[in-house]
């Protein structure tokens, strides 16, 4: 159900002239691309350094609330470049990036790690902040920032694996692989 | 000076035969290289940003320069690792690719950029936005911005560059 509500949905998109043209551009493909990718580093940068701060291995030296809150703007501001390339990268190509094993991997991933930011956010308001100077933070916060940048790092292995074809829908796969990523055309042919 | 033998010489490797058979692993190394540039590229972009007085203005720079080191070797080290295991499987392609000698050009500076004019100048800064107090050799605070935005422009045409060998 779900599925077919998603491939209609990426079928909609694809007949837009301008989602071809922007798939077939000699340089503006690319160039969102590179944006999306190049932006890593300022987003994903300030995110390692806040969390390295959290593991207790950087930056011990200064207290983790001036990272965390000082650098929120500029990771932040690579974070909306990053969305609205990556809106328009699936924009390009809506019907196989939907279909796509990894993109979906990528989604909840991106779920995960939201979620986990939110807890990370709550623990270290600044009423309770009372690790704020110590070199190493407690043990929950510890956690938090290391599972922030391993899913992040998950996160850039999905989306770097999105760019093969090894699970595509046209190709040889067994069943679950089929319904993982949502090939309605090919699950139809089952039935 | 010609490049090309050193080329057909790695494309010969057991290196380059074992990164073309398995793609499953090579997509790994691709990460690990992006991976690895976050980490380089990310504590450089903080240092010069700091010394723009964009981001953490106030703050000591030589704390946060200092602290930025370790993890801009480790980086270092991983892209080249990762980018020797790449560019083994697709040698004789770069040989010829006007994009990678860019990137390898850009690559040589900004090291050596870093090393010399970047960390000398830095640690020269004046108080305007060092904030660590006067220095007797405190250079003009120009001179440290020209340092940081050339930085920051150097590695953004490293990284470019070597996001466009793919399409090239």
């Known amino acids: ?191 | 000076m010609n490049v090309v033998p050193f080329f057909e010489w790695l494309d010969a490797t057991w290196l380059a035969s074992f990164a073309k058979t398995y793609a499953g692993l090579f997509s790994m190394v691709q990460a690990v290289h992006i991976l690895s540039m976050v980490m380089l590229v990310g504590m450089i972009i903080l240092g010069d940003l700091r010394m723009l007085n964009v981001v953490l203005k106030g703050v000591p720079s030589d704390v946060i320069i200092q602290n930025t080191k370790k993890w801009i070797y480790i980086g270092l080290v991983g892209i080249v690792l990762s980018g020797i295991y790449e560019a083994s499987a697709i040698a004789m392609k770069l040989a010829y690719n006007s994009f990678f000698w860019a990137k390898m050009a850009g690559l040589a500076m900004g090291i050596v950029f870093m090393l010399s004019f970047r960390s000398a100048v830095y640690s020269r800064a004046p108080e305007t936005i060092a904030s660590t107090g006067p220095k007797s050799d405190a250079v003009e605070p120009w001179v440290v911005k020209l340092v940081a935005s050339a930085s920051l422009l150097i590695w953004f045409s490293v990284a470019a560059n070597g996001r466009w060998i793919g399409f090239s």
Not at chain 1, 43 to 64: N, Q, S, T, W
Not at chain 1, 91 to 96: G, M, N
Not at chain 1, 109 to 130: E, V
Not at chain 1, 152 to 168: I, Q
């Open chain 1, 1 to 191: 159900m779900l599925n077919e509500l998603l491939f209609e949905f990426a079928t909609w998109l694809d007949g837009f002239q301008a989602s071809t043209n922007l798939h077939e551009a000699l340089y503006a493909y690319g160039w969102v691309e590179a944006t999306h990718v190049l932006t890593l580093t300022l987003f994903l940068g300030m995110l390692l350094v806040i969390d390295l701060r959290l593991l207790g291995v950087a930056f011990k030296e200064l207290p983790a609330s001036t990272l965390m809150e000082r650098l929120d703007k500029p990771m932040m501001i690579g974070f909306v470049v990053m969305i609205i390339s990556g809106i328009l990268l699936y924009f390009a190509i809506p019907v196989r990036s939907t279909q796509s094993i990894w993109f979906r991997i990528k989604v909840v991933l991106l779920i995960a790690a939201g979620i986990n930011a939110l807890l990370i956010r709550n623990m270290t308001r600044s009423a309770d902040l009372a690790w704020d100077n110590d070199p190493v933070p407690p043990k929950r916060i510890r956690v938090g920032a290391g599972l922030s940048l391993s899913l992040w790092a998950l996160v850039v292995v999905c989306g770097r694996n999105m760019a093969y074809d090894w699970w595509d829908c046209h190709k040889e796969m067994p069943y679950f692989m089929y319904w993982a990523a949502g090939c309605v055309n090919e699950l139809a042919a089952f039935e």
